[in-house]
């Protein structure tokens, strides 16, 4: 399966997304034959399908695969567990590269309530998911929710600290700029 995935990344780095889903679908068919389908690999397949088939223009039969791979995460682990919430999160980034925003900012709002229940409305996470619901109004044309969701990260910011300070900090600014 290993072997398998690797074939798929390079024709996928090559842009031959026919290829790459070829192998992408018998390592996910090993999966299913060896009633395996429960790993997180499989999962991991299940969204590199879901990319291959929207990078080849199939956006509904990649937002097919996206499903799968939420739902996977979903059965696993619960709606409240934050591998689901980082499972969402991936997905509303994919989203977002793809210029899919409205499915994006519903993924990014999903992902914050998630946040907010389990580790609350402080966390470096959930000011990371603001950022990413900010700048999505942003793209959406939507610039007073934007600057509101942007205020809220500013003063989480200006009363908490955060490790990994430097990256939310570097995100900031670019927002800062996109939104004047």
Same mark, same amino acid.
């Given at each position: 399966?290993?072997?398998?995935?690797?074939? +798929?990344?390079?024709?996928?780095?090559?842009?031959?997304?026919?290829?790459?889903?070829?192998?992408?679908?018998?390592?996910?068919?090993?999966?299913?034959?060896?009633?395996?389908?429960?790993?997180?690999?499989?999962?991991?397949?299940?969204?590199?399908?879901?990319?291959?088939?929207?990078?080849?223009?199939?956006?509904?039969?990649?937002?097919?695969?996206?499903?799968?791979?939420?739902?996977? /995460? @979903?059965?696993?682990?619960?709606?409240?567990?934050?591998?689901?919430?980082?499972?969402?999160?991936?997905? +509303?980034?994919?989203?977002?590269?793809?210029?899919?925003?409205?499915?994006?900012?519903? /993924?990014?709002?999903?992902?914050?309530?998630?946040?907010?229940?389990?580790?609350?409305?402080?966390?470096?996470?959930?000011?990371?998911?603001?950022? +990413?619901?900010?700048?999505?109004?942003?793209? @959406?044309?939507?610039?007073?929710?934007?600057?509101?969701?942007?205020?809220?990260?500013?003063?989480?910011?200006?009363?908490?600290?955060?490790?990994?300070?430097?990256?939310?900090?570097?995100?900031?600014?670019?927002?800062? @700029?996109?939104?004047?």
């Amino acid at each position: 399966v290993h072997l398998l995935t690797q074939i +798929a990344s390079i024709y996928d780095s090559q842009r031959d997304y026919t290829r790459a889903l070829e192998y992408l679908q018998r390592a996910q068919q090993i999966y299913v034959d060896s009633q395996r389908d429960s790993s997180s690999d499989h999962a991991q397949i299940l969204f590199s399908i879901g990319c291959s088939y929207t990078k080849a223009g199939d956006t509904a039969k990649g937002f097919e695969y996206f499903k799968k791979y939420e739902d996977f /995460y @979903l059965k696993t682990f619960g709606e409240t567990n934050l591998n689901y919430e980082e499972a969402l999160y991936h997905i +509303a980034d994919t989203c977002y590269s793809l210029a899919q925003y409205k499915k994006a900012l519903e /993924y990014y709002q999903r992902c914050q309530h998630i946040l907010k229940e389990n580790v609350g409305n402080t966390h470096w996470k959930f000011v990371k998911c603001l950022l +990413a619901i900010s700048s999505t109004h942003h793209k @959406l044309s939507e610039k007073s929710q934007a600057k509101q969701v942007f205020s809220q990260v500013t003063e989480l910011m200006r009363v908490n600290r955060y490790e990994n300070a430097k990256d939310l900090e570097d995100r900031i600014e670019l927002l800062k @700029l996109q939104l004047k």
